[in-house]
């Protein structure tokens, strides 16, 4: 285990062994216990949230803030999860637990397939094949029979009984996303730390200059598309699970993906803690706007406003200026 | 024995330009290739063709007797090869010592993240960027931006180093600085194929140079040769003070071993 | 068969006025370097300034001027609000700037007037030749799409104002050097390929009902256009638009409409895979 030159710094010490990998574990427990003390069930459901944008957020970062991407659809990801697991525990009843790593296994797949394909486009060329990626799926699925076409798929609610009934299930599903948020969390810091998120940085900074040092680009991009597909598909399958129903309009719906490009340049593009700053006060930000009567219409315009004065004035993100106000933070604190 | 880089009829055209014609030479083991010419020669082009950037219309290429042709960069790279850019392609947003990492980790060892930090660390100090291991690519002055071009490449641990231009835009402290790094180069046994126009420093650093004109191989030989070859002051007339440049140079050459 | 070349016509027809669109976004992508995803709402904006105007009285082509003037007016504005600040930052943060910015139009546009179908009724003669019969908005449509881009390229290569445009698009810097005021001249070609777009929203309202939402489709086929035509080229997005055009005459006769989306989807990332300079776009140095 001490692997290293001597005198060699924390850096590259293994990962349970720095300071961040407490920090996040830090996050996932505060998310775990806050609802539980007082059995609060409304600070529940507004952090079951927060967790499915930190974990769409988190794994967008890897495209957008590592590879450099734009990917404006990853709620396809999403979507198509939540339609796996769906379609498996209904009619062929697969357990949850098997339907959603299936789901989160196919939509990987697919999504190496399609990226081998639609990464060789660049910038706004790319920016706009994942929009179309998302729209190509929502017309396929819609007009889907096995998968209700428009209408979508019902679950029967019968099917939380296996997780001891409607109240427990409502538990299980919440702490399960959770800790996919965590899985999220660990995963985007392990391959920041890794040679391949050195590959994918490089390629976000410039991808010609990275070929040349021998970074091999196509393959790397691919399979950043497709780690990113992962456990948001999880994280689809159950949140749909949660209500037993889904249909194409909710499942592919461009906001979900929208805001979670806000959330991390809200926290911080590049970071690992950003999205879980910038999905937490996001979070917070729209209960408050939904409360209030005149802007519960303007989600979108809120959230268009804030990315709009995020990419001008603070294009860092809140993790860019607490870097820049504490460099000592850029070492702790990633 | 063959060469180890052998480059047979390559020809490269973008639309009607035809930036490099049947161009064919060899690179020796151990050797200083010198690559000169007028600008818009096709050199920088050559360069790009050796390394996978561009695709050749036409001819083939040889590293190490394994034909290359076609390949695409970052397997070129694997090979031994590595190159700087004319144009400084810095990524901006990593420190210097991350950026050297890039070539360590993807260049000829394939070397894991953790090994690679020393490699890196010792291409930075190699050309004299110790002092900058920790600043962004985006802060360094252009003098330190080309330097690092040269350690990343470095970094790479080439068995054959394409450098385009690494001396212009420098001042002359500068220049001496990085001739020497390039001498020091060679001790290790690099070989190297390198563009300049400064003649002076191309003529006392080269074994053997190369001189291209409008894609094409116009001569090729030692330093001293090539500055009275009439073809080559020739093709350089348009350009009187190069011309001089030319001459001079390989005076320097004999002083200078 | 006379159905299908009636299609194709009226396509050719249509598609002239996609490439109307689309030359607006070629010529801001071309000159400023930043893909302008406000795009969308342009065209909306354009729909909607036919049908507010002409509620109010104004005959439907008389909206054409003032769209133009008001599309340019508001394109100077989204400038300095959304574009100016990130000239010459990365890519993505444009791409940013003018995503959000889109998001606001059409969530304000939303508010006020739902997602409702609008439809402007334009009653024009049809035209008849032979067995055929053509729709006299689509005819009037094209013509007046050739006209603008006609006005377009003489000013583009004739006026003092046009070369400077074409001479910032070449090479920022060395316009620059020349004394080209080029944040002027960049802000002016922002302004009029809003205009462009707006006035192509409005031509199209008069053929097709339309939504608030419709930006976003409108959108994708202008850049289905730019990917035909080549990039940074008004006369190939003219080309590309008319391509585009006979497709969905071709298609839509075999196909139902909520494929026509996918359709031209899938042509966009073939052709860009295909041929990334463009499929009609010449092939010189
Ligand atoms: N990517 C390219 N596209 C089109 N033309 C190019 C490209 N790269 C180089 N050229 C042309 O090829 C010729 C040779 O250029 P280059 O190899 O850069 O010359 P040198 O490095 O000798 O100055 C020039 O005429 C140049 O304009
Ligand atoms: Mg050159």
């Known amino acids: 285990m001490r692997g290293g030159a001597p005198g060699g710094s924390a850096k590259h010490a293994a990962i349970v062994r720095r300071p961040f990998f407490w920090i996040i574990a830090l996050v996932i427990a505060a998310f775990a216990v806050a609802p539980l003390l007082g059995n609060d069930v409304e600070l529940r459901e507004s952090l079951l949230l927060a967790a499915v944008y930190i974990t769409l957020a988190s794994n967008l970062n890897i495209m957008l803030g590592y590879a450099g991407y734009v990917n404006f659809g990853s709620i396809v990801f999403f979507g198509l999860g939540g339609y796996l697991c769906i379609y498996l525990m209904g009619s062929p009843g697969w357990p949850l637990v098997a339907a959603i790593l299936v789901a989160g296994a196919g939509v990987s797949l697919l999504a190496l397939l399609f990226g081998l394909g639609i990464l060789r486009l660049r910038g706004a060329y790319f920016a706009l094949g994942t929009i179309g990626v998302n729209e190509a799926v929502q017309a396929f699925v819609s007009n889907f029979d096995p998968w209700g076409g428009s209408s979508g798929i019902y679950l029967s609610t019968e099917l939380f009984q296996a997780l001891g009934g409607p109240m427990q299930a409502l538990w299980s599903i919440y702490f399960l996303l959770v800790a996919v948020m965590g899985l999220s969390l660990y995963l985007s810091y392990a391959i920041k730390s890794s040679k391949f998120g050195l590959g994918l940085l490089a390629i976000g900074q410039n991808e010609d200059a990275a070929a040349v040092l021998g970074v091999p680009t196509a393959l790397y991009k691919a399979l950043a598309y497709s780690a990113s597909a992962f456990l948001p598909a999880i994280a689809g399958g159950l949140y749909f699970f949660k209500s037993a129903f889904i249909q194409p309009t909710d499942a592919f719906d461009l906001t979900f993906s929208t805001e979670a490009i806000v959330i991390i340049m809200l926290g911080g593009q590049g970071t690992i803690i950003g999205p879980v700053l910038g999905g937490y006060f996001y979070e917070e930000l729209r209960g408050w706007l939904l409360t209030s009567e005149t802007f519960s219409h303007f989600q979108l315009v809120v959230a268009g406003v804030l990315l709009l004065l995020i990419v001008l004035f603070l294009p860092g993100g809140l993790m860019g200026w607490l870097h820049g106000r504490w460099p000592k933070l850029r070492r702790v604190l990633e | 024995m063959t060469a180890l880089l052998e480059l047979d009829g390559l020809s490269k055209s973008f639309g009607g330009v035809r930036a490099v014609k049947g161009l064919s030479f060899a690179v020796e083991d151990g050797e200083i290739l010198g690559l000169i010419g007028p600008n818009g020669a096709g050199k920088s082009t050559l360069f790009n063709l050796i390394n996978g950037v561009f695709m050749p219309d036409s001819g083939r290429l040889r590293f190490r007797g394994l034909d290359i042709t076609g390949t695409p960069p970052h397997r070129v790279a694997k090979h031994g090869l590595a190159r700087t850019h004319q144009i400084v392609q810095p990524l901006e947003a990593m420190t210097v010592i991350e950026n050297c990492m890039v070539g360590a980790c993807f260049g000829r060892e394939n070397l894991p993240r953790a090994q690679a930090l020393d490699t890196a660390r010792e291409a930075a100090v190699f050309v004299g960027l110790e002092d900058r291991l920790e600043t962004t690519a985006a802060h360094l002055t252009i003098a330190g931006k080309k330097r690092l071009e040269l350690a990343r490449a470095l970094a790479a641990q080439p068995i054959l180093l394409l450098l385009d231009e690494v001396l212009a835009g420098l001042n002359p402290t500068e220049i001496a600085h990085m001739i020497g790094v390039i001498r020091r180069l060679r001790e290790r046994g690099i070989t190297i194929l390198m563009i300049e126009h400064l003649m002076q420093a191309i003529m006392s650093l080269s074994d053997r140079i190369v001189v291209l004109n409008s894609g094409q191989k116009l001569a090729e030989g030692a330093p001293a040769a090539i500055a009275n070859d009439p073809a080559v002051i020739e093709a350089y007339l348009g350009d009187p003070a190069l011309a001089r440049e030319l001459q001079q140079g390989s005076g320097d050459e004999r002083r200078a071993p | ?285």
């Open chain 3, 1 to 285: 068969m006379s159905g299908l070349f009636a299609s194709i016509i009226d396509g050719v027809l249509v598609g002239s006025v996609y490439g109307l669109a689309a030359m607006g976004l070629t010529l801001i992508w071309g000159v400023t370097d930043v893909v302008n995803l406000t795009h969308g709402s342009a065209i909306v904006a354009g729909m909607f300034g036919l049908y507010l105007l002409t509620s109010t009285g104004v005959p439907p082509y008389a909206t054409l001027p003032l769209i133009l003037v008001g599309g340019f007016l508001v394109g100077l504005l989204l400038y300095w609000i959304c574009v100016h600040r990130v000239i010459g930052r990365p890519p993505l943060m444009s791409l940013l700037s003018t995503f959000s910015v889109n998001l606001v139009l059409i969530g304000l546009g939303t508010a006020v007037w739902g997602t409702a179908l609008f439809n402007v009724p334009v009653a024009l003669p049809s035209v008849s030749w032979q067995r055929y019969t053509f729709p006299g908005t689509h005819i009037l449509a094209a013509v007046l799409t050739a006209a603008i881009a006609g006005c377009l390229y003489v000013f583009l290569h004739r006026t003092r104002l046009g070369k400077a445009i074409r001479a910032v698009a070449n090479n920022r810097g060395a316009a620059e050097l020349v004394g080209i005021p080029t944040t002027q001249v960049l802000s002016l070609a922002f302004g009029l390929g809003v205009a462009l777009a707006g006035v192509s929203g409005m031509l199209i309202a008069t053929l097709f009902p339309f939504t608030l939402l419709s930006g976003d489709a409108y959108q994708l086929k202008s850049f289905v256009v730019i990917v035909l035509g080549g990039l940074g080229n008004p006369t190939g997005a003219l080309l590309g638009g008319i391509a585009l055009g006979l497709v969905e005459g071709l298609s839509t006769p075999f196909m139902p409409v909520s494929w026509t989306l996918v359709i031209e989807f899938v042509l966009f990332v073939i052709v860009l895979i295909a041929y990334p300079n463009g499929l009609l776009a010449p092939r010189r140095a």
